[in-house]
């Protein structure tokens, strides 16, 4: 997490792996940095590899896993920590954190504390959820009706997200919803043709298996 976040500091957000020439760029693919580190989790899913952040060497099934999982999918796990408790908790967290183990190697459930201390309430759940098991998270869109469209959740962790509804007319509406629940009902109340729907339209959960499903 912290040398992802030194090299968009650095070289910024956009700033991908691998220079390449023009000649190349349409051959090649290339990647930002935090693409990259999803790019593999999301490839490591695909491929039945998927299996907890925190667990015993043994347990990961190849060696590629490893380096996925713990820098790949940890890493991107802070920034759904982020998502759920904001942007300003979440750096009170890191400065308090970085500040009290300075020079020292900070234990999961020390800082697991500090979340709890800074955020007001229990954050195990969160922790337990997306670094000790296989679950995963993804959002997709069930169906567009006439008088409502239903959003689901195929995966098994719960993450707040928006829903993005455009009209013919060019107007669009937010609707926000806390992830509780595999199912989500948005009531269309007028007579506005919708013409979109986007799910997560900002790409705030990082972690979601499948944006194809989004849209």
Same mark, same amino acid.
């Given at each position: ?60 099934? $190849?060696?590629?896993? +490893?380096?996925?999982?713990?820098? #790949?999918?940890? &890493?991107?796990? %802070? ?65 567009? $009706?006439?008088?409502? +469209?239903?959003?689901?959740?195929? #995966?098994?962790? &719960?993450?707040? %997200? ?54």
């Amino acid at each position: 997490f912290w040398i992802l976040r030194y090299l968009e500091d650095k070289y910024g957000k956009n700033a991908t792996v691998m220079v390449l020439p023009k000649s190349l760029r349409w051959l090649i693919p290339n990647f930002s940095f935090r693409e990259s580190t999803i790019a593999r989790y999301l490839y490591l899913v695909k491929n039945g590899l998927d299996g907890p952040v925190i667990s015993d060497l043994s347990s990961f099934q $190849e060696p590629s896993s +490893i380096f996925a999982l713990t820098y #790949g999918k940890g &890493a991107q796990v %802070m920034d759904m920590l982020r998502l759920a408790i904001g942007d300003e908790t979440f750096e009170k967290i890191m400065q308090r954190s970085t500040r009290e183990f300075r020079f020292k190697n900070i234990r999961l459930q020390e800082f697991i504390e500090i979340c709890n201390q800074e955020a007001g309430r229990d954050l195990n759940w969160f922790f337990d959820s997306w670094l000790k098991s296989a679950q995963s998270c993804d959002y997709a869109i069930r169906s567009v $009706e006439k008088h409502r +469209i239903v959003i689901e959740n195929r #995966g098994q962790l &719960a993450m707040p %997200m928006t829903a993005k509804i455009v009209y013919a007319d060019g107007t669009f509406q937010l609707f926000p919803w806390d992830g509780i629940g595999k199912t989500k009902n948005i009531p269309l109340a007028d007579s506005r043709k919708v013409t979109q729907v986007l799910i997560d339209p900002d790409k705030k959960i990082v972690l979601d298996l499948d944006r194809t499903n989004n849209y």
